[in-house]
């Protein structure tokens, strides 16, 4: 039958509702990109195994999460979860807690022993990596997948890199950490600890390796021109948080002035409260404008952390700072004010930003470095053929999921490169947007929140601040999602259909269309819950 006749029916939402009309429109499956998945800087397909976890099918849930990353309990606490902020659900009650259910899946993985599936496949090849943080493990995860034989050199004694060295404890219990790690490494992954690369040429011309992937974090921290005292005791922050992991924890006094707003001012202020201190941030501007996230400053209040907003630091003395009182003008920047005030203080901990040591790319030709930062193309590549960089190297956010991200990317490439080729990521489709969405069949089901530790025991030791979900909660946050965009097999479809025109395929297969009996009516796709069908043109 060429051209369907369209049967007599007004549904009210149709291009063809009178009788003897040809169908001018015919309704078609499609996929659509899931705003969750589309922010994720890990590339994570979110949708895709919170799909597997709403029916209890946990381990394969996990299995799906770590195709792109492989540090699910570790992201469960430290990411900011901005694929919460995209969420659809949050314009129907709250976002699902996306955050909350990838580390579940990630506690369950260590409690259980999930493991990796073992590599087989041996490319020949021997790829450096520099710097064993979260997009060195990354990458090197996704190269030894990739069939590669992947060895990482390490400056510090131990994994981890800023997860471990600029994270607190009580935000990333370490027994976490190590087990993720150690997931990674029984790939066969070779590691070299307390080997620092001085020139990387040098290094892969020693070593043999056919590319390199460099991901040196921020671990040196930036000064400010304060005048001080000889006695004055001034440190940087994040040498505070890295002494924090030996033996000898830093002796910074019971008065602690952190001079800085963002993550790693809360995070050291944190850490001094816990160690029996009395902190205070300085901040030059007020809260609103303040880096840090608003959760991370609020945990901070609770604990009984003190912040002067509108200030900054005119001078650091043996045993007092002095502070001066700033004013927003009519742009919203800080202006001096004149007026002065004095803090007692035992030190002063500058948390002001940190920067990479690049000494590891001197001589190198063809490298272009601008403001501390390693240029690289959209691959990843530097200048230099076969040297490939992410993480806090190169022009982006500085945080875990990134860095993550950066290295999944990075391997993808270098895989490419190695074979000769050039590595193309696969088209993605049209963002599934709420207005999109028949929300009339979604129940309401409010947001499981995290139960979090008394005040108490906050202040006074370094246990986790957050807990986890249970089994139960996590099930049935999963089972908020909304599938936006994507089929979940509803039976809408086959419910509306005035003309019996959709097949059902079977359990997991989804539907088809008979357009030899479907006359282009639209209800189909006015009542698909999740966007999964759209009206096309009939192609007469």
């Known amino acids: 039958m060429d051209k369907p006749f369209a049967i007599t029916l007004d549904p009210g939402s149709s291009l063809a509702n009178h009788t003897g009309s040809w169908r001018t429109e015919r309704p078609v499956y499609v996929d659509r990109l899931p705003p969750c998945n589309k922010q994720?800087?890990?590339?994570?397909?979110?949708?895709?195994?919170?799909?597997?976890?709403e029916f209890g099918d946990y381990k394969k849930a996990w299995e799906h999460l770590t195709i792109d990353n492989p540090f699910p309990a570790v992201m469960g606490r430290v990411c900011y979860h901005s694929c919460e902020g995209a969420c659809n659900r949050g314009k129907l009650d709250e976002a699902v807690g996306i955050n909350s259910v990838e580390r579940f899946l990630g506690d369950e993985a260590i409690k259980l022993g999930w493991q990796f599936t073992p590599v087989e496949r041996d490319t020949g090849k021997h790829i450096l990596i520099v710097g064993a943080g979260p997009s060195g493990m990354s990458a090197a995860y996704h190269l030894r997948r990739f069939g590669h034989r992947v060895t990482i050199y390490e400056a510090g004694p131990l994994l981890g890199g800023m997860m471990r060295f600029g994270i607190p404890k009580y935000r990333l219990p370490r027994d976490v950490l190590d087990a993720e790690i150690k997931r990674i490494l029984d790939l066969g992954i070779e590691v070299k600890l307390n080997t620092k690369v001085d020139h990387i040429l040098e290094s892969m011309k020693e070593g043999k390796f056919d590319a390199a992937f460099l991901a040196v974090g921020a671990h040196i921290g930036k000064r400010a021109t304060i005048p001080a005292g000889d006695a004055a005791k001034i440190v940087d922050a994040i040498s505070v948080l890295r002494s924090m992991e030996g033996e000898e924890k830093p002796m910074l006094g019971r008065r602690v002035i952190v001079y800085g707003g963002g993550n790693t001012a809360i995070d050291v202020a944190r850490t001094a409260k816990r160690m029996g201190a009395e902190p205070i941030i300085i901040y030059r501007r007020t809260r609103e404008k303040m880096p840090a996230h608003d959760?991370?400053?609020?945990?901070?209040?609770?604990e009984g952390v003190m912040v002067k907003w509108?200030?900054?630091?005119?001078?650091?003395?043996?045993?007092?700072?002095?502070?001066?009182?700033?004013?927003?003008?009519d742009k919203g920047s800080p202006q001096p004010t004149g007026e002065f005030e004095t803090i007692e203080a035992d030190s002063l901990v500058l948390a002001l930003g940190q920067d990479v040591d690049l000494g590891l790319l001197n001589n190198v030709p063809g490298l272009e470095v601008s403001n501390g930062i390693v240029q690289v193309n959209s691959n990843m590549m530097t200048g230099y053929s076969g040297i490939f960089a992410g993480g806090d190297m190169v022009p982006a956010d500085r945080n875990v999921t990134v860095a993550i991200g950066h290295g999944k990317k990075a391997a993808r490439n270098?895989?490419?490169?190695?074979?000769?080729?050039?590595?193309?990521?696969?088209?993605?489709?049209e963002l599934a947007s709420f207005e999109r969405l028949n929300t009339w069949y979604y129940a309401d089901a409010p947001k499981t929140i995290r139960p979090m530790l008394d005040i108490i025991r906050r202040q006074s030791t370094f246990d986790e601040v957050q807990g986890g979900l249970d089994?139960?909660?996590?099930?049935?946050?999963?089972?908020?999602?909304?599938s936006c965009g994507n089929c979940f097999e509803c039976d809408n479809c086959y419910g509306v259909c005035p003309d019996n025109a959709v097949l059902k395929l079977g359990s997991g297969m989804r539907f088809e269309f008979k357009y030899d009996y479907c006359k282009g009516c639209g209800i189909c796709a006015s009542e698909c819950p999740c966007g999964a069908i759209k009206m096309e043109a009939e192609n007469i």
């Not at 959760?295 to 609770?302: C, D, I, M, R």
């Not at 509108?310 to 003008?329: C, F, P, R, V, Y």
């Not at 270098?414 to 489709?429: E, M, N, Q, R």
């Not at 139960?472 to 909304?482: G, K, P, V, W, Y």
């Open 471 to 482: 089994e139960t909660n996590a099930l049935f946050e999963a089972r908020r999602c909304l």
């Open 295 to 302: 959760f991370e400053v609020e945990e901070a209040l609770q």
């Open 40 to 53: 994720c800087p890990a590339g994570e397909d979110i949708q895709g195994w919170l799909y597997h976890a």
């Open 310 to 329: 509108l200030s900054t630091i005119k001078q650091a003395g043996e045993s007092s700072i002095t502070i001066e009182k700033m004013t927003l003008d």
């Open 414 to 429: 270098i895989d490419a490169w190695l074979s000769g080729v050039t590595y193309t990521p696969a088209s993605k489709h």
